[in-house]
């Protein structure tokens, strides 16, 4: 079975100013988004669903999804404050969903095979999405476990150096990785991250690997996710100690992938494979970070790459 993109496209771009999942950068009008699809389809994938929020449902079906009519199959969650678990509610002064962990739980219903997660605002290269392709056609159960044990799952996550996703005009988060015999051991969030905080003679030489939210799951996943999440929203209500995936303030805390699968990975329930890529990352953070990513992606024109128009009519 081919496998399935799962695109997180809820975010509001609030740094950048806008709905940055519209927003053109390729010399056709491509958006970041449109050659992440591209990329997919030419690797193998057979679906994309898109995470969105229900208010830019109709802008988004039909400066979006439209264009990818006959190419590839499109199917569409949503992502919102109140998708909760059976019986659950927002606290009263909660007004943001719940992070990423949360958004890919809202796919539970619609996903049966193995997928991919990306963001819809990343550039990730072609060759992260041949790699995904290829550890989905054959994920499942990882090292065999002792006697009597149930072996781990196996998931995968592409792999970047950080100094090839830093934005010069400002601050960036990055969940730098530990990585042994080629799999996660760790990940460790680095916010305010500068372009100048990175190099000789700074806390992070460049070449650390990072995860850029590009993983490969299997549907063991999210049984994962409904138990995390609960807990989730039982702390600090219930006075409990406070999950791997949780933040203690429930009205701004956040339901974070990786530190979910952390979780798993810390409980031995999965074990994640690193893929590193050739490719450089590039993304739309800051507005100003537009001119450079239009000018990235026409050089990829320019060799080749990428036709000049992606999906003509």
Same mark, same amino acid.
């Given at each position: 079975? !081919?496998?399935?993109?799962? /695109? #997180? ?35 193998? =994938? &057979? ?12 802008? =988004?079906?039909? !400066?979006?999804?439209?264009? %990818? ?14 998708? #909760? ?36 605002? *990343?550039? %990730? ?12 056609? $054959? ?10 044990? /149930? ?18 005009? @400002? ?18 969030? !680095? ?9 000789? &003679? +700074? ?22 996710? *409904?138990? +995390?999440? +609960? ?6 209500? !219930? @006075? @409990?100690? /406070? ?9 701004? @805390? ?31 953070? %800051? ?6 990513? +239009? ?8 060799? $080749? ?9």
């Amino acid at each position: 079975m !081919q496998p399935t993109l799962l /695109v #997180l496209a809820a975010g509001m771009g609030s740094r950048y100013g806008g709905l940055k999942q519209i927003d053109p950068v390729g010399p056709g009008g491509e958006t970041v988004l449109d050659y992440a699809v591209f990329d997919a389809v030419r690797a193998g =994938f &057979g679906r994309v669903v898109f995470v969105i929020r229900r208010d830019f449902e109709a802008i =988004f079906r039909e !400066q979006v999804g439209a264009k %990818y009519a006959g190419r590839i199959a499109v199917d569409y969650v949503f992502q919102s404050l109140d998708a #909760l678990p059976s019986g659950r509610r927002p606290p009263l002064g909660r007004e943001k969903p719940w992070g990423t962990g949360h958004a890919v739980w809202c796919a539970r219903g619609v996903i049966r095979e193995n997928f991919a997660v990306i963001n819809a605002d *990343d550039f %990730y290269g072609a060759n992260s999405f041949v790699q995904l392709a290829n550890f989905l056609g $054959g994920a499942g159960r990882g090292t065999a476990p002792a006697r009597g044990a /149930v072996a781990p799952v196996e998931f995968a996550m592409v792999g970047f150096r950080l100094d090839r996703t830093l934005s010069e005009n @400002g601050a960036v988060a990055r969940g730098v990785c530990t990585v042994a015999s080629g799999h996660l051991r760790a990940i460790v969030e !680095q916010t305010g991250l500068h372009a100048t905080d990175v190099g000789p &003679g +700074q806390k992070f030489g460049g070449d650390e690997t990072v995860s850029m939210n590009c993983w490969g799951f299997t549907p063991e996943i999210f049984p994962a996710l *409904d138990e +995390q999440l +609960q807990a989730f929203l039982d702390f600090p209500a !219930q @006075g @409990g100690a /406070v999950p791997a995936a949780a933040a203690v303030d429930p009205l701004k @805390g956040e339901f974070y992938l990786p530190a979910a699968v952390a979780a798993m990975m810390g409980k031995g329930e999965a074990v994640v494979r690193v893929l590193p890529t050739v490719g450089t990352w590039f993304g739309v953070t %800051y507005r100003e970070d537009k001119p450079r990513v +239009q000018a990235a992606v026409a050089e990829l024109v320019r060799s $080749g790459a990428y036709p000049a128009k992606l999906f003509p009519s």
